[in-house]
């Protein structure tokens, strides 16, 4: 009986090694790339964290600012 296996191994061998060597170069490249992938998300994390806080104090200061501006527009109505 000629089964699959026999079939790989012995008439069409050649034809799987490259892909089997490219999987592996693409394992390779996959894993080194982790680190880069770990410090692009650390580096995002620390913008985000900077936009935050940046955005936190603009929004207090314009909130400060409108509301200055309310008390002053207040205080100039006739009651």
């Not at 692009?40 to 909130?63: C, I, K, N, P």
């Amino acid at each position: 009986m000629y089964d699959w296996l026999n079939y790989l191994g012995t008439e069409h061998r050649d034809a799987f090694i490259p892909e089997t060597e490219k999987d592996i170069i693409i394992r390779e490249a996959l894993a080194a790339r982790q680190p880069k992938a770990s410090r692009y998300r650390e580096v995002m994390l620390a913008v985000g964290q900077q936009l935050s806080t940046w955005g936190e104090a603009m929004q207090q200061r314009y909130d400060d600012a409108r509301m200055a501006k309310f008390e002053r527009d207040a205080a100039n109505e006739p009651c």
